[in-house]
């Protein structure tokens, strides 16, 4: 009997001092990934090397027959040990009739997400992809003169079910193939695909990254100050997203009161931002790595609009906020890829570092202080690298000021697309001090 089946047979059985099982979710995974990495120059030193691991797990949540609830997590053992966990939420339990909520049966869409490439290579039997990509790395540091390497390469492979009482029984598979490097801490970056990547295909994305690496080697004189453009890299960009927008579209947060909007700014289709702003959805793209079936919850995945035309549509529900909201359930991929973004007059970053004088921020320090609701920030951002009219002018520091949700309506704003990146760059005006 699989670990799975073991886990669902004793979570029905399950009777403890009078009180059984009553409705139940399980959600559980097993998995198994390789990873090797550089570290100061050395491939596979005490600090990265070349690891693989077995692993199974998951959590659950049961109603029981007095109407309390538990939730808990399990990792692989054996009969005995689920019991043992089981006991003890059974003991714990608490009363929260909005969280007892069980997804009823759905046929989630069938999209592809595993690679059998990367599985040999994160199941260990094909080890040479690892080091392959890493002597690519290797060897872009010596092309630049970097004196520090940095850079990790790895791979795993899961295969998860959930299985709820009201009828949903999912089971996916999936891979990821992910990669990373820095050159003398000056510049990081890292990628990550369902498909093991070919040399040529790394080489390209890491010298894009590289570039910059020339111009923050030495710094650029004065820095300039006062207000002026700002072409945010995707990844900071995500960052801005996900520390100011994604948690105030939160359907926990709005229920409560924690949200910049109110349920009534979403029922009405409030417009917030510029009135050509789109941001979507997309949970269906072949072999992306923000494709999914279905939620731990059991939930089949959907395509719909978070912004649509600068108005807000949804917030991102569980089933818990989507009854006490009277929504339906509407949840955000793992990762940037399965979102798309939309605003009139879109641009790449040649073309967005070719006017006049800009600051390309490749990382900030400090978002995690920012006040989310409020949308106001001030951050360090330690290493942007200055162009004037294309061409790199050196490093500058500087502290990036302004409010997210002002840039999101400011007819300046301008989407960067980025060769490598699903999301988008941001070109936005900001006071530099």
């Keep these: 009997m699989s670990f799975f089946e073991l886990v669902e047979e004793e979570v029905r059985r399950f009777s403890s001092g009078g009180v059984s099982t009553d409705g139940f979710r399980i959600s559980l995974a097993e998995s198994a990934k390789a990873e090797l990495g550089v570290e100061s120059n050395r491939a596979g030193s005490p600090y990265r090397p070349l690891t693989v691991t077995d692993l199974a797990g998951g959590s659950f949540l049961i109603r029981w027959s007095d109407g309390m609830v538990s939730r808990g997590a399990l990792s692989r053992t054996g009969r005995d040990g689920i019991r043992e966990v089981l006991e003890s939420a059974c003991e714990g339990r608490y009363d929260d009739p909005d969280a007892a909520i069980f997804a009823e049966a759905c046929e989630p869409v069938d999209v592809p997400l595993f690679s059998d490439d990367t599985a040999a290579v994160a199941e260990g039997r094909s080890p040479e992809a690892l080091p392959d990509l890493l002597a690519v790395l ?36 999936s891979t990821v193939f992910g990669w990373s490097f820095a050159l003398d801490s000056l510049v990081w970056d890292g990628h990550e695909s369902r498909e093991v990547p070919g040399a040529d295909e790394v080489g390209m994305l890491a010298r894009l990254t590289a570039a910059d690496y020339e111009g923050l080697r030495e710094p650029a004189g004065e820095t300039p100050r006062g207000e002026m453009d700002v072409l945010l890299h995707p990844r900071v960009a995500e960052s801005f997203f996900g520390t100011f927008l994604y948690p105030n579209l939160s359907g926990a947060a709005v229920a ?10 979403f029922r009405e289709g409030r417009r917030v931002f510029r009135e050509d702003l789109g941001i979507s959805v997309r949970p269906h793209v072949p072999m992306s790595v923000g494709a999914f079936g279905f939620t731990d919850e059991g939930v089949c995945s959907r395509e719909f609009e978070l912004i649509d035309g600068g108005r807000l549509t949804t917030p991102t529900l569980s089933l818990k906020y989507a009854r006490r909201l009277e929504m339906s359930p509407a949840s955000l991929p793992a990762a940037v890829e399965g979102l ?26 400090g978002l995690h202080t920012q006040d989310a609701v409020r949308g106001e920030y001030s951050v360090l951002a330690p290493q942007g690298v200055l162009y004037r009219d294309g061409k790199a002018m050196g490093r500058v520091t500087a502290t990036l000021n302004g409010s997210f949700f002002e840039d999101l309506s400011s007819a300046d704003l301008r989407l960067v697309g980025f060769p490598g990146f699903a999301g988008p760059g941001l070109l936005v005006r900001m006071t530099l001090t």
């Design 138 to 173: 290797t060897d872009l540091k010596e092309e630049h003169g970097a004196e520090v390497l940095d850079a990790s390469g790895r791979a795993s492979r899961a295969r998860r079910r959930v299985v709820t009482s009201g009828g949903f029984a999912g089971e996916a598979e």
């Design 340 to 365: 798309h973004f939309s605003l009139n007059g879109e641009i790449d970053r040649e073309a967005a570092l070719a006017g006049g004088e800009v600051v390309l921020v490749h990382s900030v320090m």
């Design 256 to 265: 409560n009161g924690r949200s910049r909007f109110t349920a009534d700014d």
